[in-house]
């Protein structure tokens, strides 16, 4: 019996089951992660599946041995591949058992941070005349195997995820696109994916017919759902409280970032005053100030390495007025301007 339930209790973990299912793949190749766990300080406990959570840094350096070790096709694909509804506990429940898709997929996005993931790299969904566009960001733009796992471990996990939870409803994504250049194995993804993939994209993106939304869940059960939802809602909130005031404000800036908000109205969405916000930062040794330029940072980083956007269309979108001000601060916070660090993420998607 596996001791993890498919969730998180601290900020920069990720559920032990991704590292137990790279483990299952490794094996099945005649590989083993035991040594390179070991380096990357990875427990051993989480390739049996026996404790709940990990590091993510630490499966990342992990991941990156084995990516340099090992030869592996389509190795961040094949894992995703083995993730089932149970991998996500209480939250894949919540999906499955809710009236429908529409509603499954509104619940994971709202939830998505107690399954590991980072809020600089959420998952959003919009609608686009016809279609549903799925998109996540680049994962780890300034190392390109990772990348390239993280990108094929995500489109193998919601393969899997859509076979599991929409059978017999003819549910098949029109369209797929990938951060990350073709590989030398495509044909072992495409084999399984009914549409063509398009490779070196700014952004990992797939759609289906907005028709679909409406498609009613066969499991739906509105009294499971709504304890499900409950029990999400409890995590998550347990999640936030236990990344401190810090980690709560940066998320909240991160999602309304065409805001520019003020420590006045984060206080009030937190439903603490002003004066107790400020404690608390100075309580976790940082201010208001700091955590919004860290902000700021991410979703520049992103912008530069996921879009066609101008360096002074960033600043504006970042919260800059004036751009030199932005290309000052990035290049005190990054050692480089942002113009180099694009240039320099470009060149080394060209070199994979």
Known sequence: MLAHHGLITSPGTIPAIDVLHAQEVALEHGKDLTELALKAGVPLAALRGDIHEVSYQAYSEMIDLALQRFDIPAYGYLVGRKFTVADQGVLGYAIISSATVRE?????????????????????????DEYVIISSPVFTPDNSRLNCYFTEFNLGQWEAGDEETYPNTGFNPVTVKLACPKPSYAVLLEQNIPCAIQYNQTANEFSFPVSFLDQPRQLADEVVAHLCEQQCDTALKSLQYRGGIAEQILRYIVKHQNHSPDPETVARYLDISYRTLRRKLQEEGTTFQQICLQARMKLATQYLSQSQLSIDQIAELVGYKEPSTFRSAFKKHFGQPPRKYRQQYRSNKIGQ
Do not use: K, S
């Open 104 to 128: 499954g997929l509104e619940i994971y996005l709202r939830f998505q941070n107690i399954v590991g993931v980072d809020a600089a790299n959420e998952e959003t969904m919009r609608i686009d």
